[in-house]
């Protein structure tokens, strides 16, 4: 790269692949200086040899990683999300498009920026993400069992506990409406019902540990309703919250505000608009 283009480079955009960065470099009137595809490997060597520049780049994995390395070369690296940037795309889609749209959008005074996460803000969010997978496979298993048990003619009171207290005897007491090969398959399935416990019930404990010893945690445990699970969550997803101007923006941005669809000076309100982390709504809405 000659060292007079590298010079006239202000913005950049790129357009993140599994093995291959699609750059788009603009100089301060926005005119296109630079068009090169990188290799992964590359990327950071060439911004290493570059001046501080603006660069921009979608929220989307690997990003976070690559954004801290920018910014520890000097780089104003910016997150931003996919759907803010799609409306400055002209044309066609390709990746050099693709990077060139997101030069365009990070340059916009009104963008909404996503606050790089921490290798710590990292691996709590992934304690999370496992945990939510065996959540959601437990509750699998456990209507598994109550249709197998449904369809023998043997209905058990709606809730888990219930559910828990009751199968043992219903499997230990002979019956005719339950094949012995039935029972082998609910006792399996009681098995892996109990691993799921077991593991859930282990993530559960490194994430408390982890959320007492966290100031942010500590202060967010402090309000009403809030305990180690969804405190953590929140300082996995948003850190300090720095880049939510005010609690109702983190409210719109959890999608636990009304959707509005508004025209002609009528304000029209419909239901929350679900928008935004849905494994944190969930959590907000069950701790209500």
């Not at 590298?6 to 692949?17: C, P, Q």
């Not at 197998?148 to 199968?167: D, I, K, M, S, T």
């Not at 399996?188 to 945690?217: H, P, T």
Request: proline share 4%; charged share 25%; with cysteine.
């Amino acid at each position: 790269m000659a060292e007079a283009l590298k010079n006239s480079i202000a913005v950049v955009g790129i357009d993140i692949g599994k093995n291959s960065f699609h750059v788009v470099g603009l100089d301060k009137s926005g005119a296109i200086v630079l068009r090169q595809k990188w290799s992964r490997g590359q990327v950071e060597a060439r911004f290493a040899n570059m001046p501080p520049c603006l660069i921009g780049m979608e929220a989307c994995v690997g990003a976070h990683h690559l954004s801290r390395g920018l910014q520890r070369l000097g780089h104003d690296a910016r997150l931003m999300p996919a759907r803010y940037v799609r409306p400055y795309s002209k044309g066609q889609k390709n990746d050099f498009r693709d990077a060139e749209t997101i030069a365009e959008a990070v340059q916009r005074p009104t963008m909404k920026f996503v606050a790089t996460k921490t290798a710590d803000q990292l691996d709590l969010q992934g304690l999370h993400r496992v945990r939510e997978r065996l959540v959601s496979q437990r509750t699998g298993i456990i209507n598994q069992i109550r249709a197998f048990l449904l369809e023998r003619g043997v209905a058990v009171r709606q809730g888990l506990r219930f559910l828990r207290n009751e199968l043992p005897s219903i499997l230990g007491a002979p019956s005719d409406a339950l094949s012995p090969r039935m029972v082998r398959i609910l006792e399996d399935l009681a098995g892996d019902w109990r691993r799921l416990d077991e593991r859930v019930e282990g993530l559960s404990k490194e994430i408390e540990v982890i959320a007492r010893r966290d100031a942010g945690c500590d202060r967010l445990i402090s309000v009403p309703g809030i305990g180690p699970i969804i405190s953590s969550a929140i300082v996995a997803a948003i850190g300090a919250g720095d880049v939510f101007a005010k609690g109702r923006d983190f409210a719109a941005w959890l999608g636990l505000v009304p959707r509005q669809i508004s025209t002609g000076d009528r304000t029209i309100l419909g239901k929350i608009s679900k928008r935004g982390n849905r494994y944190l709504r969930v959590l907000f809405v069950q701790a209500a």
